[in-house]
């Protein structure tokens, strides 16, 4: 059992995700602001919680990536660092589109445009895209009636 630095960084998402569960069910006075925390906070959670039992238990030995500097095996960090840097700022994107385009066209772009990033074809990464939107759209605005937040973009078009 070795606690790394990933490990510690999926407790502090972990705390962060009891902190916003707990606002949410104790603060916010109405069912409809309650259940979209809920419901992602408590997804997340158990994730994180998976997540960090299979960090725990199991043993890894480092990578070494070879040549480079003459310093050999010490990009490994750097590597890490500049993935969660890449990944953060994605997330980072996400919620900055929602807060622009609101959250219906924000998840449709971050789908869109995070799986050709990861290599996929337009053709499946918009189905992909569609699909999602749709469900998410269908099931909070539709089935929930739950209004998504529209974005400053709509606000300021007068819709």
Do not use: N
Not at 41 to 65: C, D, F, M, N, W
Not at 93 to 102: E, N, Q, R, S, T
Not at 131 to 151: H, K, N, P, Q, S
């Amino acid at each position: 059992m070795k606690i790394t630095g990933r490990s510690y960084f999926l407790m502090g998402i972990m705390l962060f995700v009891l902190f916003v569960l707990g606002w949410s069910l104790f603060v916010m006075e109405y069912f409809e602001s309650k259940l979209l925390p809920l419901l992602i906070g408590s997804i997340v959670l158990v994730l994180a919680a998976v997540q960090l039992g299979i960090e725990i238990t199991t043993k890894r030995e480092p990578e070494i990536i070879e040549g480079g500097d003459e310093g050999g095996g010490t990009e490994v960090q750097e590597e890490d660092a500049r993935q969660y840097l890449i990944h953060g700022a994605w997330v980072g994107g996400f919620v900055l589109g929602i807060y622009v385009l609101g959250f219906t066209a924000a998840v449709f772009l971050f789908l869109l445009l995070y799986m050709r990033q990861l290599g996929t074809k337009w053709r499946e990464a918009i189905i992909y895209a569609v699909i999602f939107t749709v469900f998410i759209y269908g099931l909070f605005e539709a089935m929930l009636d739950i209004d998504l937040y529209r974005g400053l973009l709509f606000d300021w078009l007068g819709s």
